[in-house]
């Protein structure tokens, strides 16, 4: 596959673990699954997106897209594919880099709203766990988890949704329906129509490689 194509499918099974491992449908198993694939693409998506060739960071991102598929298919997912659907329906655009649009956002906001209304939620340690794995550092911070967010977006010249053609116009149009969505009965908590807009603004523009301070 080329590069953009690369990015985009990879993009979205790196979400995939991610949405799965935090889901309010999680259970041992499906952990297990996002874990392994988790660290694999941290490890190889980037490596394969600047080389096609590579064959042990494609064997990687195959193993790491699978492990999503069979998580996503028993935990669901939540609020990035719960837009990502949607969305799809409404725009012609590249589900996985839709998905890496909103990722960040949806990333912060979750976090925020499990610290308000349910902190003793397990997706919160998850969210910690998460930093780690992709970082590979067991003293990763969320902080830093959204940097390594940021910085693969960038390398990987992910759009914001306004490039993707989406207007603050077609917000309430955009909620309504992700509200309905499956995969949003995954997320981790619910989130009410204002945290839902904030998202999708949020992610309008690109992520700025390095800056947290829009979000955490």
């Excluded at 069979?70 to 799809?88: D, E, Q, S, T």
């Excluded at 997706?123 to 067991?138: F, I, M």
Aim: proline share 6%; hydrophobic share 45%.
């Amino acid at each position: 596959m080329p590069p953009a194509v690369t990015a985009s499918t990879g993009l979205d099974a790196l979400v995939q673990l991610l949405e799965a491992f935090v889901s309010s449908k999680a259970n041992p198993l499906t952990d297990g699954l996002c874990r392994e694939g988790l660290g694999k693409v941290a490890g190889a998506l980037h490596r394969a997106y600047l080389n096609g060739s590579d064959l042990e960071a494609r064997t990687d991102m195959a193993l790491g897209s699978l492990f999503g598929g069979l998580a996503l298919a028993n935990a669901g997912l939540g609020a990035v594919h719960g837009f990502a659907g949607p969305i799809g329906g409404m725009f012609e655009a590249p589900h996985g880099l839709v998905c890496a649009a909103l990722l960040p956002a949806v990333f912060t906001t979750n976090i925020k709203a499990l610290e308000a209304r349910a902190a003793e939620s397990p997706a919160l340690a998850k969210y910690r766990e998460v930093a780690a794995l992709v970082t590979g550092s067991a003293n990763a911070t969320l902080e830093d988890a959204l940097y390594w967010i940021n910085d693969m977006s960038t390398q990987m010249c992910v759009p914001g949704l306004q490039d993707l053609g989406i207007a603050e116009a077609d917000f309430p149009a955009i909620v309504e329906k992700a509200k309905r969505a499956s995969s949003m009965k995954g997320n981790p908590i619910p989130l009410t129509d204002g945290e839902l807009t904030q998202i999708l603004a949020d992610s309008l523009h690109a992520p700025i490689n390095g800056d947290t301070t829009l979000y955490l």
